[in-house]
């Protein structure tokens, strides 16, 4: 069985957590290709795929919307999960309005995604002038909260699902 786990990053750490899914995918016995959405030319040739997306501005990038549209037809005929990221700074003040693009995970659900979760983001001040802006006005702790844990953990109940022929 093979997976896809396409991506839309700006700044990278998104790329990280889409190869930290198809490598956890890999350990349980299953195929994985991590591939940035942009560059996937077909998705007929996998048995599922993931879909992620870093934020921007309550948007998914630009990439992994038109994934959506463009290949609606394939993610409607096969297991299919997504996952965005992601919120930086304090936790406490997390506001899920901000992290979740609402009319594009409702289009991934009537696809029929299985699962929507939000991963912590990562914000650098060795990134542009907006991340640079952003990462200075926030406590270093809460700058990567990316849980690679909660990534390798979710991954395992893809391949999981996938394996027990849930899909
Ligand atoms: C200008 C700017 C706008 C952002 N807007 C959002 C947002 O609306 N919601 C959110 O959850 N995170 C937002 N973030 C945080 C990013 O999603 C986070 O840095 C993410 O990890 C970036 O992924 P990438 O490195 O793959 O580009 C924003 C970051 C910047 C710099």
Redesign the pocket.
């Known amino acids: 069985m093979e997976v896809l786990v396409a991506y839309a990053?700006?700044?990278?750490?998104?790329?990280e957590i889409a190869a930290a899914v198809a490598a956890e995918i890999r350990e349980h016995g299953l195929g994985a290709d991590c591939v940035a959405a942009g560059e996937v030319a077909d998705v007929e040739r996998y048995d599922a795929v993931v879909l992620g997306s870093?934020?921007?501005?309550?948007r998914w990038q630009g990439d992994a919307r038109h994934f959506l549209r463009v290949h609606a037809k394939a993610l409607a005929g096969r297991p299919f999960w997504v996952f965005s990221?992601?919120?930086?700074g304090d936790p406490a003040e997390d506001d899920v309005a901000?992290?979740e693009p609402k009319r594009t995970i409702a289009r991934a659900e009537k696809l029929g995604a299985r699962d929507h979760v939000v991963f912590g983001?990562?914000?650098s001040p060795e990134?542009g002038r907006?991340?640079r802006t952003?990462a200075e006005g926030m406590p270093e702790e809460y700058r990567d909260r990316r849980d690679w844990d909660q990534i390798r953990a979710w991954a395992a109940g893809v391949a999981a699902e996938l394996r027990a022929g849930d899909g």
């Open positions: 990053s700006k700044h990278g750490s998104t790329a870093a934020v921007y501005l309550k990221s992601g919120p930086t901000w992290q983001g990562r914000v990134g907006m991340q952003m």
